[in-house]
């Protein structure tokens, strides 16, 4: 029992870091519609971002989630703008395979010796592990910042979306795009702040998981992107607690497939949730049927 | 011509035959029938681990032996893409595409723990002692073969029905298409074509690992058949050959200590093209023998 009870806390561990990166995914997909295939590769960006500003620049950790996080969301903008937006109007296989090829650019570029350089790297801790025993089970302070980081974010994101104008914009967005640029909503604006925002979450992802497995590589990113969207589609894609959900499911099945089974049908098991739960419900846990109209 | 004609770029040639194979069958699937597939590579795997089987335990060196266990690798990659599309062809689109690609990861999974149930498969350590059976007219005989076939169930009334599902189901269903039957048909052909290649492949270079058949692998064919050109025979083979050549031509290209660059250089390529041309470098242009005789 103790140690199911220390696996869960070990799953909600790498479930919040995949919901911070489900978000991205989410939100992307319920605006524009597309599965955006570098924001995995975002969130390496992030990870790297928070290894410079801690090993070089030495900062605080709160000055390292801005930098991750103000990076992040720039490269994310510019991805948009160079790569996105001209095909807008283009079939939607020439922009999820241009997303294909965004992915690779970043991962091979930054793979190069004059940029992050092709090997693996340790993350350095900012700050002393300390771990406290509550009943029979060990929480660490590391584990107590993800879930601390994970759930402000979440609440600034419902503050976003729900409170505010640009929220309120994305959601109209995200209904009809067309009826909302005809309301005056400048549709390209608020998918240029989805991204932002979408990337935004992922950089702080990113410090996060390099604090808790503490290697980076120009090539991490690929595989916990594959998971977090998986979830996205899991809790229902386009919805926001949705993508929450799916990601901390994610985190328990795979920690638990880890635990009971064995590590290496840990990604098997998470994939074969996803296809029951894709076939007993297509649009997700809690997505909304959307109808096709003829 | 010596220097063409070495057994480093014919060997280069007939990856090039068994990537075409390949493709035509997910242009089946998803150029004709748009079935958006992102698990091509794991019915590439289905495929080859069969076939290498098969000839390791019982083929020895005969070619008649390689050639049934090719087809077999064949048959497997349709069996089990018939048994995958039975409750997955009702998904549309995107789910679709995420549904094959849970299959393909799951895939990976298994063979990498083969050797669990066969050790001959060899698992996350690569199956080795394949006998190296492919040669120049087998790859090449197998695309022509398989061109033909794809070229022929295109122009048929099965391709007509599957275009015509591609283009709105719904109209489909109405004119009296059995919209399921006809999605899985294309479905299983098109993964069959993916287990030929997949027996080419294993012959090809006498090796296997399961990270040949990962996520990125049905990636590199969904490339080729969108660079091609949806729905495009012509495209498609060019565009196989272009990838292969293209990749291994940058080694020559660039010089020695940048050759990691190509991987640089690809995706700027291939995210320019997308971008000067969505629907494809071919569009719908085909060659003259790939044509329909009929309407266009």
């Known amino acids: ?294 | 011509m010596d220097a063409l004609l070495n057994p480093y770029w014919i060997q280069i040639f007939e990856l090039a035959c068994v990537f075409a194979v390949s493709a035509l069958g997910l242009n089946i699937i998803y150029g004709y029938t748009g079935l958006f597939s992102l698990g091509h590579a794991a019915f590439y795997g289905i495929g080859a681990y069969t076939a290498a089987f098969l000839m390791k335990s019982y083929g020895g060196d005969s070619q008649a032996a390689f050639l049934a266990a090719v087809l077999c690798g064949g048959a497997a990659a349709a069996a089990v893409a018939a048994l995958i599309g039975l409750p997955t062809m009702r998904l549309t689109s995107d789910y679709l595409g995420i549904a094959t690609l849970g299959f393909g990861v799951i895939m990976k999974v298994v063979f990498d723990n083969a050797d669990a149930f066969l050790p001959e498969l060899g698992g996350a350590r690569g199956m080795t002692g394949i006998s190296r059976m492919t040669s120049l007219p087998w790859a090449l005989g197998f695309l022509v073969l398989s061109t033909l076939v794809v070229r022929n169930l295109v122009h048929s009334s099965y391709g007509r029905a599957l275009t015509a599902i591609r283009e709105d189901e719904t109209a489909a269903g109405t004119m009296g298409i059995d919209v399921f039957r006809c999605k899985l048909a294309g479905f299983t052909v098109g993964c069959a074509f993916a287990g030929i290649a997949g027996g080419l492949y294993a012959h090809l270079y006498a090796f296997l690992h399961p990270s040949n058949f990962d996520f990125i692998k049905s990636v590199d064919v969904l490339m080729i058949v969108v660079i091609g050109g949806l729905g495009n025979m012509s495209g498609t083979l060019a565009a196989a050959f272009g990838w292969v050549f293209l990749l291994e031509g940058m080694r020559f290209l660039l010089p020695p200590d940048y050759v990691e660059l190509r991987w640089v250089v690809i995706p700027v390529l291939l995210v320019a093209t997308m971008l000067l041309r969505p629907q494809g470098l071919l569009g719908r242009r085909e060659l003259p023998f790939l044509r329909g005789g009929g309407l266009q």
């Open chain 1, 1 to 294: 029992m103790d140690y199911f009870l220390q696996q869960t806390i070990n799953g909600l561990q790498i479930g919040f870091v995949y919901a911070l990166i489900a978000l991205g995914y989410t939100m992307v997909y319920g605006v524009v519609r597309l599965i955006n295939f570098a924001h995995g590769d975002v969130f390496m960006v992030g990870a790297f971002i928070g290894l410079y500003a801690i090993d070089r620049g030495r900062l605080p950790l709160p000055v390292v989630f801005a930098a991750a996080i103000v990076g992040c969301a720039l490269l994310a903008v510019v991805i948009e703008r160079v790569a996105y937006r001209p095909l807008r109007d283009a079939p939607k296989i020439a922009v999820l395979i241009t997303a294909i090829g965004v992915s690779f650019f970043l991962e091979y570029f930054t793979s190069l010796n004059q940029v992050f350089g092709p090997n693996y790297y340790s993350f350095p801790r900012p700050f002393e592990v300390v771990s406290w025993e509550i009943g029979e089970v060990t929480v660490t302070n590391i584990q107590a910042i993800i879930f601390a980081v994970t759930l402000s974010c979440l609440v600034a994101l419902q503050y976003v979306v729900y409170r505010t104008k640009a929220g309120k914009a994305m959601r109209a967005v995200s209904h009809d795009h067309v009826a909302a640029g005809l309301m005056g909503v400048n549709v390209n604006l608020v998918i240029t702040f989805t991204f932002g925002l979408g990337a935004a979450l992922a950089g702080a992802g990113g410090v996060l998981y390099g604090i808790a497995y503490p290697q980076v590589n120009t090539f991490m990113g690929f595989v916990p992107g594959l998971k977090a969207f998986t979830a996205a589609v899991l809790g229902g894609i386009g919805s926001i607690p949705g993508a929450v959900l799916g990601a901390l499911i994610m985190g328990q099945a795979e920690t638990m497939t880890s635990a009971y089974l064995s590590s290496t049908y840990r990604d098997g098991i998470a994939f074969l949730i996803l296809i029951l739960v894709l076939l007993w419900r297509p649009t997700g846990i809690m997505g909304s049927p959307r109808a096709d109209k003829v």
